[in-house]
């Protein structure tokens, strides 16, 4: 069983920035797709950022340029930085941890970000 636990989120001016992590436990991080994925209120989940075991990132249109994922494989982490932060980027944001006939999702932290 793989728990994921995510915190750094709060409350952030817009423009402001802020750090998530995501701690894995269990073995499977080294092999596992690391994706971070955000809720709105009435929206669909949707996916912000992944990167692949060897690194290989992707990132929603709406976040590029503002936003870094990476991974620290010997602290089973991965770590989002998102800058330049606006109103629409508010939701309850996600870990996913995805291998094969795997996949893991963490409790959600809340992001707002409102003057």
């Known amino acids: 069983q793989v728990q994921l636990v995510e915190s750094g989120g709060g409350l952030v001016q817009p423009g402001g920035s802020l750090r998530l992590s995501c701690a894995a436990s269990g073995s499977m991080f080294a092999i596992a797709v690391m994706g971070w994925y955000r809720q709105a209120p009435g929206k669909q989940r949707e996916l912000v950022a992944s990167?692949?075991?060897?690194?290989?990132?992707n990132y929603a249109d709406s976040v590029k340029g503002r936003f870094t994922v990476s991974r620290d494989n010997a602290k089973n982490t991965v770590y989002l930085q998102m800058n330049s932060l606006k109103p629409e980027d508010t939701a309850v944001y996600y870990c996913?941890?995805?291998?094969?006939?795997?996949?893991?999702w963490g409790q959600g932290t809340q992001v707002t970000v409102s003057s």
């Open positions: 996913n941890a995805q291998a094969p006939r795997q996949s893991y």
């Open positions: 990167i692949t075991p060897g690194s290989i990132i």
